[in-house]
């Protein structure tokens, strides 16, 4: 693993930064409505090197509080991961910002995971239109199975969201991340969200690597809320 001081930590800070002082200038991890549920199904397909990629992400309101939760991702080649998870709220800071801990269970790579998680987040308006940023942070804690002690992959996604015309929303979100074997990583997403039917929306966006891989992928989404 690389050290700490790498260059994708040091824009993870940055990005860190960053979050905290819009937060504080300018409302994050809002729990589904109780009943509510969110499905996201998406393929990334890769223009420039890497692997295609298959995701399955639900949200479901168990309650006005708990939030359960799946995440699912796989290459052709395997399957990358499946998480069960728990969201709950657990406070609000002043300023408006939201804060939620999450517990997800599961296999990644073939491996049994425990993935605690903290969110921070809040909306704001930008000229009138509304927006949101938010920070997600993950511990993804596994066995090494050849010498039996543990250890852990670390995300961060930083996520800035606005609406913009006829309900259409640009996002770009910063994803990094430190894996115990392997390069430490940033990426960046842009996408484009637009409304195509009562509860559905389109997201067509890329995905490129910044620091650690070169790789860029198209994206593809299709969202259902029910």
Known sequence: MLAAGGPAMRMLVVANLVLWLAVQAQAGPWPRAEGETFLSVSLEAPLVQGDGLFTLYGEHGLN???????DMGATRQEMQKTVVFARLPFGQAPGGMRLAFELGVGILRDQPVIRPGLSFGRGFSLSGRPGWI???????????????????????DVTLGIETWRKT??????????????????????SWVIPAAPGRHLEIGVTAGLVGSSAIAAKIALWHSF
């Open 134 to 156: 938010t920070l997600d942070t993950r511990v993804v804690i596994f066995q090494d199975m050849l010498h039996g002690d543990y250890d852990a992959d670390f995300e961060t």
């Open 169 to 190: 929303r640009a996002i770009v979100q910063l994803q990094a991340g430190v894996p115990a074997y392997g390069d430490e990583y940033l990426k960046i997403a842009p």
């Open 64 to 70: 006005d509080r708990l939030t359960l939760g799946l």
